[in-house]
């Protein structure tokens, strides 16, 4: 793997919601750094990690965070590496309010972005972005969805061997 992945997180209070998406990058074999960082207030220390993110050798940045969640945005006006955002729940909207401040991006900064809570999404689609150069990465992809395909399947014979 030569490209690493970025967790970049708006506050500490959304790492039990991220876990997930570093457990997958990991398991991809994906090398991931991990950080705090807000995009309201430290702005700076953010324009700092994206502006460098591609020399520092990211392939990706994932950005979590809840309510005014500008953190993915801000982070894709410094960088022409793709961003994927992850809104957080929020006990206002329940995470609505992240997820629209995310989607509405304008034109000329995207940001990908996964449902609510949607962690483990966010690591798999950046997976699939850094496996169109890597075809390791690839393989390790079509095995997983091979598996959870089969997982799948067993659940279906299990579900037709019962008597309803």
């Given at each position: 793997?030569?490209?690493?992945?970025?967790?970049?997180?708006?506050?500490?209070?959304?790492?039990?919601?991220?876990?997930?998406?570093?457990?997958?990058?990991?398991?991809?074999?994906?090398?991931?750094?991990?950080?705090?960082?807000?995009?309201?207030?430290?702005?700076?220390?953010a324009e700092r990690f994206a502006s460098s993110a591609k020399e520092n050798g990211f392939g990706?940045?994932?950005?979590?965070?809840?309510?005014?969640?500008?953190?993915?945005?801000?982070?894709?006006?410094?960088?022409?590496?793709?961003?994927?955002?992850?809104?957080?729940?929020?006990?206002?909207?329940?995470?609505?309010?992240?997820?629209?401040?995310?989607?509405?991006?304008?034109?000329?900064?995207?940001?990908?972005?996964?449902?609510?809570?949607?962690?483990?999404?966010?690591?798999?689609?950046?997976?699939?972005?850094?496996?169109?150069?890597?075809?390791?990465?690839?393989?390790?992809?079509?095995?997983?969805?091979?598996?959870?395909?089969?997982?799948?399947?067993?659940?279906?014979?299990?579900?037709?061997?019962?008597?309803?």
């Open positions: 793997m030569s490209k690493k992945a970025a967790v970049i997180m708006g506050s500490d209070s959304d790492l039990d919601t991220m876990r997930p998406c570093i457990a997958r990058l990991k398991a991809f074999g994906i090398p991931v750094e991990v950080h705090i960082i807000s995009a309201h207030r430290t702005p700076a220390a990706v940045i994932i950005a979590a965070a809840g309510k005014a969640a500008h953190l993915a945005g801000v982070l894709a006006a410094y960088t022409t590496l793709p961003v994927i955002g992850v809104p957080i729940k929020t006990s206002m909207m329940g995470g609505l309010d992240s997820l629209l401040s995310m989607v509405q991006m304008p034109k000329g900064i995207p940001v990908a972005c996964v449902a609510v809570d949607g962690a483990d999404n966010a690591a798999i689609l950046a997976a699939q972005m850094m496996a169109l150069s890597d075809e390791v990465l690839g393989d390790k992809l079509e095995q997983f969805k091979a598996s959870m395909a089969a997982e799948v399947e067993l659940k279906d014979q299990k579900l037709q061997s019962e008597a309803l």
